[in-house]
C-alpha cells in the first residue's frame, strides 16, 4: 500500500505561482510512476502532468504546458508540481496518483492509489 498526501494548495492571485508536495509513504517512489490530476466544481477529474518512475521522462496537458513543472525526489520519497503563471481556470482540487510502472501514465485509471486532494484558488 503506498499512502500519498498532498500539501501546498492555497488561494494565490493570477499569475502567481504555487509549488504542491506529494509525500508517500508505505513504499518506495523509485518504482512508481507519479501523476497530478485536478477536479473542479461540476467537471470531471482531468489529467495535468505525470511522470515516470526514474523522473526522466515527463508529460503534460496541452492546457498547463511551459506553466507547470512535475519532478520526483525519489531520496524524499516526494513528488511536485511547481505551477507558474496561475490562471483562475486553474483553479480545482489537485490529487497526486501513483502506479507500480516503469511508464508513464497519463489516465486516471492506471492510478491505483491517490491522495486526499489539495484546493488551488487562483483569483482574478
Not at 503506498?2 to 493570477?14: D, K, P, R, W
Request: charged fraction near 15%.
Amino acid at each position: 500500500q503506498v499512502h500519498l498526501v498532498e500539501s501546498g494548495g492555497g488561494l494565490v492571485q493570477a499569475g502567481g505561482s504555487l509549488r504542491l508536495s506529494c509525500a508517500a509513504s508505505g513504499r518506495t517512489l523509485s518504482n512508481y510512476a507519479m501523476g497530478w490530476f485536478r477536479q473542479a466544481p461540476g467537471k470531471e477529474r482531468e489529467f495535468v502532468a505525470a511522470i515516470n518512475w526514474s523522473g526522466g521522462n515527463t508529460y503534460y496537458a496541452d492546457s498547463v504546458k511551459g506553466r507547470f513543472t512535475i519532478s520526483k525526489d525519489n531520496a524524499k520519497n516526494t513528488v511536485y508540481l511547481q505551477m507558474n503563471s496561475l490562471k483562475p481556470e486553474d483553479t480545482a482540487v489537485y490529487y497526486c496518483a501513483a502506479d507500480y510502472t516503469r511508464l508513464v501514465v497519463v489516465v486516471a485509471s492506471g492510478y491505483d492509489y491517490w491522495g486526499q486532494g489539495t484546493q488551488v484558488t487562483v483569483s482574478s
